[in-house]
Every structure is written in C-alpha cells, then in structure tokens.
C-alpha cells in the first residue's frame, strides 16, 4: 500500500500515514494529530468521581461535589457530569488556540474521541444546549467553543439559555466561582418543558456554570439535566 502525507491540525508537523484498504474506502479516517501531540492528551480512565466525573484513585465524591450537593440552591440539580480529557499544560495551551485566538479548527482535533465518549455515557436521544457566551465575548471570538463542540455530535441542538454575567469564569477563583450569583436565564421555557437534556461545555472546573445553567433548565421545565465537557480540570 501507498503512504499518505498530512500535516498535524496542532504543529503542522508532516504525518506519514499508511493508505491501507480501510483509508482508502473511508472506513478508517486518517489521524489528525501526530503522535507526540497525540501522546500529550490524557483521556479520563479508571475510578473516577461518579457526580462529575474527575479522575480519582477511588469512585466516590470528591470534595467539590460533595459541597455542592449539601448546597441548598444546587441540590440534585445536575445528574452527572462526563468529560473526555485530564487538564493538563498541553491541554491548557490547546484551549487557549481554540478559544482565545481563534482558532476553531482546532475542534477537529476531538471530534473521533469527543462523540465516543458521548455516546458511551449518554442517550442519543438527548437534547443539547451548549453553554452560551456574553454578547461582547462572541462578537469578539466569532465562535462559540462550546456550540462548536455540540455540532460534533450531530444531534438536535437548542439554545434557550443566555448569559448575564460578563465577567470571565476564568479570572474567578475558585472560592469565587462557587459563590457567584447565577448568570443565565431561559429565554424560551417551551423549548426546555420535559426535555431530557445535556449542557455542553469545554472544561468543567468547579462545576459552577454547568448547575447554574442546570438549575435555570430545570426551573423552565426540563426533566433531567447532565452535562458533557471536553476537559475536567
């Protein structure tokens, strides 16, 4: 067989790709890291948290979780969280490419691992509503990562959220995140009424912004809520 030549999506550095049979007729798609940046990822594997999904060395709650389930707003709001990666310095660089600079390309990158571990953990009849940016930050961006990410799934989408803060989760502290005051509403409560529905997000942190956009679905009239992230830092 013929060997193939492409370029990493992250380095541009030459892939020397085998064209087997399986290329050749689509059935295998052709790699679109190279293996170093490949290697620098790190899927979430083994015991993990079972609320939101941190990788742990035993499956019980970790401490965020626990806080937030004895915490009167945020109670059993979200039914649980999956994510695909570990946060990590390689991951930290390939976010701030994706989100900050423009580059949405690079949502390529997770597709063929991102809709596998979706439909590991979720049902394919679930509505996604991807967590929305401020009206300043998207005009400034032209893209919003996390409806990016939502429309690698192929899967019906809907955007009843809205957000009011615009101050950037990323400057709060920790402490900080899980004291804010909510920053969504429901534009549109019919959209919601009785859906079984997944958030989805590119990193969950504190888990902060999934439950409060969890809790304003589930006082519009959503079923379920659970939320799906490409990253758990």
Request: net charge positive; proline share 4%; glycine share 4%.
């Amino acid at each position: 067989m013929m060997r193939n030549m492409g370029r990493c999506l992250y380095c541009f550095k030459s892939i020397d790709v085998r064209l087997t049979w399986r290329r050749l007729f689509f059935l295998e798609k052709d790699p679109v890291l190279c293996e170093e940046c490949s290697s620098k990822l790190n899927v979430i594997s083994g015991p993990i948290c079972p609320m939101c999904g941190r990788q742990s060395e035993k499956a019980e709650y970790c401490t965020d979780c626990a806080a937030w389930e004895k915490h009167p707003d945020y109670h059993g709001v979200i039914k649980k969280n999956r994510s695909v990666f570990q946060y990590n310095e390689f991951m930290k660089e390939v976010l701030a490419r994706f989100k900050f600079r423009g580059d949405a390309i690079l949502a390529q990158m997770f597709s063929e691992p991102f809709v596998k571990a979706f439909h590991h953990h979720f049902d394919k009849s679930m509505i996604l509503v991807p967590i929305p940016l401020g009206e300043e930050r998207l005009l400034e961006r032209g893209f919003n990562q996390a409806k990016l990410l939502a429309q690698l799934l192929q899967l019906p989408i809907i955007e009843p959220l809205r957000k009011t803060d615009k101050a950037k989760q990323s400057k709060k502290s920790r402490i900080d995140r899980m004291k804010t005051k909510n920053m969504f509403t429901v534009t549109d409560p019919k959209q919601v009424h009785g859906q079984h529905i997944v958030i989805i997000d590119d990193i969950y942190t504190t888990g902060a912004t999934v439950r409060q956009a969890a809790k304003q679905l589930m006082n519009a009239g959503a079923k379920s809520v659970e939320s799906f992230t490409l990253v758990r830092s």
